[in-house]
């Protein structure tokens, strides 16, 4: 089996920025039209365009691809930027539900595809703790 975690291999194994382009534009559909991220989009702003061309770069870099989120937007935490959002269970499975959709429809392979899910769910929950200690005022 691939190791996908060694050097470039999901970047890769994702079709590089066209790729991840292509996930992230599904990504967000899909949280303009499923109910259940109805909540989550809520949060966002009317206009997605800059959020969606962040999240391209920011998983870009996250693959172990080029760093072009640093180099245009500066340093991010993802807890940290997420924090003052209300995001509890709920909203967090809202989130990977419209990813796993977004997943489903690419043509990467399967190993991939669970392994991409396995490791977005690790900051998915990150973003949720933090949300929790902001909103308990820790
Ligand atoms: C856990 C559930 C999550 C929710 C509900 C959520 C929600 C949001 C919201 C409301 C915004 C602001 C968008 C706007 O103002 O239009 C945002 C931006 C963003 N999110 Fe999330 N998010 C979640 C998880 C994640 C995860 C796991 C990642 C990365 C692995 C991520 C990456 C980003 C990035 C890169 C931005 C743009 C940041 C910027 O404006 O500089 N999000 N998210």
């Given at each position: 089996?691939?190791?996908?975690?060694?050097?470039?291999?999901?970047?890769?194994?994702?079709?590089?920025?066209?790729?991840?382009?292509?996930?992230?534009?599904?990504?967000?559909?899909?949280?303009?039209?499923?109910?259940?991220?109805?909540?989550?989009?809520?949060?966002?702003g009317a206009d997605l365009c800059l959020?969606?061309?962040?999240?391209?770069?920011?998983?870009?870099?996250?693959?172990?691809?080029?760093?072009?989120?640093?180099?245009?937007?500066?340093?991010?935490?993802?807890?940290?930027?997420?924090?003052?959002?209300?995001?509890?269970?709920?909203?967090?499975?809202?989130?990977?539900?419209?990813?796993?959709?977004?997943?489903?429809?690419?043509?990467?392979?399967?190993?991939?595809?669970?392994?991409?899910?396995?490791?977005?769910?690790?900051?998915?929950?990150?973003?949720?703790?933090?949300?929790?200690?902001?909103?308990?005022?820790?």
């Amino acid at each position: 089996m691939e190791d996908y975690g060694a050097g470039g291999a999901s970047y890769e194994a994702a079709g590089r920025e066209e790729g991840l382009g292509r996930l992230v534009d599904a990504f967000y559909r899909h949280m303009n039209t499923l109910a259940e991220a109805r909540t989550i989009r809520a949060m966002h702003g009317a206009d997605l365009c800059l959020t969606t061309e962040k999240l391209k770069v920011f998983l870009t870099a996250w693959l172990g691809g080029p760093n072009r989120y640093r180099e245009r937007f500066g340093p991010i935490s993802i807890p940290g930027f997420h924090a003052h959002f209300p995001i509890a269970e709920p909203e967090r499975d809202a989130w990977l539900l419209c990813m796993q959709r977004a997943v489903d429809e690419q043509p990467w392979a399967t190993a991939f595809k669970q392994y991409f899910m396995r490791a977005i769910a690790v900051p998915a929950e990150r973003v949720r703790i933090a949300s929790l200690d902001h909103h308990a005022g820790k």
